[in-house]
C-alpha cells in the first residue's frame, strides 16, 4: 500500500515547511501562547495564514492536495479505511485560511473598518486611538471615521479616553502593542446590530461609553479572536491520531 509511506511523506514536510518555522516564531508568542508577554508580529502571523502566500494554505495546496480523504491512492472518498492526513490538521489549516482573509481585510487601506464613536450624557469628549491612528468626539454631530489594522506607526496599541463634565480625564482602557486592537475587543461587551455593524461598550466609574464599528469585506472586527484558536497547531503533526 501506498498509504503509509505517502503518510509518512506529508508529517516529515509538515515538521519541516510549518512545525519547525511555527514553533520559533509563533507557538511561544502571545496572542498564540495568551500568557506570554512577547507578542508575536502580525507579519509573522500572516507568514503563515495569508490565503494567497501563507505556509499554511500553501501546504493544503501543495503537499495535501486531494489525498486528506484517500484519494490519489486507489481509494475514494467513502473508504472505511482511517484517514491519511490528520482530521485536525486540515481544520486547522482551514482556520488560518479564514483568519488570514479577516487580516487582509482589516489591513487594506482602501477597505479596513469604520468606527463612530457615540454621543454621551456623561461626557464632553470621547478620544479613541489605534496605531496612530485617531477619532475624537466633542460635544456635536458624530460620524464615520476610516481605520485599518495594522496601522504603520512605531507606537502601536488601542486606547480609549474620556472627559467628563467636570473637565476630568479619564482613561478608559490603554492597550499597548500589536495586539491592541485584540484586547480591545475582550474587554469590551460586544453586541451585533446587524449583519455589518457591532456596539463595542464598556463602564467607566463616571458612566458607560460605546462606539459602533461598521465592518467591511464579509468579516466582524470580532473575528480576529480567531486567532486563538491556531494554538491547536502547537500540538498537531500531519499523521492520523
Do not use: C
Request: glycine letters at 10%; proline letters at 5%.
Amino acid at each position: 500500500t501506498l498509504r503509509d509511506p505517502a503518510g509518512e511523506q506529508i508529517a516529515k514536510a509538515w515538521a519541516k515547511q510549518v512545525a519547525k518555522p511555527w514553533e520559533q516564531v509563533m507557538a511561544h508568542r502571545y496572542p498564540i501562547a495568551a500568557d506570554s508577554r512577547n507578542e508575536a508580529s502580525v507579519k509573522d502571523l500572516q507568514r503563515f495564514v495569508d490565503p494567497e502566500s501563507g505556509l499554511l494554505p500553501n501546504f493544503k495546496r501543495n503537499e495535501i492536495g486531494n489525498l486528506s480523504d484517500g484519494e490519489g491512492l486507489g481509494m475514494g472518498s467513502g473508504a472505511k479505511a482511517a484517514p491519511l492526513v490528520n482530521p485536525k490538521m486540515v481544520s486547522n489549516i482551514d482556520k488560518a485560511s479564514s483568519l488570514g482573509e479577516v487580516i487582509a481585510s482589516l489591513s487594506d487601506r482602501d477597505n479596513g473598518f469604520e468606527i463612530m464613536l457615540e454621543p454621551s450624557a456623561y461626557f464632553t469628549d470621547i478620544i479613541f486611538t489605534l496605531d496612530g491612528q485617531e477619532q475624537h468626539y466633542r460635544n456635536g454631530k458624530t460620524s464615520w471615521s476610516r481605520f485599518s489594522w495594522p496601522g504603520t506607526t512605531t507606537a502601536p496599541g488601542a486606547r480609549l479616553d474620556v472627559v467628563t463634565l467636570s473637565g476630568e480625564r479619564i482613561t478608559v482602557f490603554d492597550y499597548t502593542g500589536r495586539w491592541g486592537l485584540l484586547r480591545m475587543n475582550d474587554s469590551a461587551r460586544v453586541a451585533d446590530l446587524d449583519g455589518i455593524q457591532q456596539r463595542f461598550s464598556w463602564n467607566t466609574a463616571k458612566g458607560p461609553v460605546s462606539l459602533v464599528v461598521r465592518n467591511y469585506g464579509g468579516v466582524k472586527l470580532t473575528d480576529l479572536a480567531n486567532v486563538k484558536a491556531l494554538s491547536a497547531l502547537n500540538a498537531t503533526d500531519g499523521r492520523t491520531k
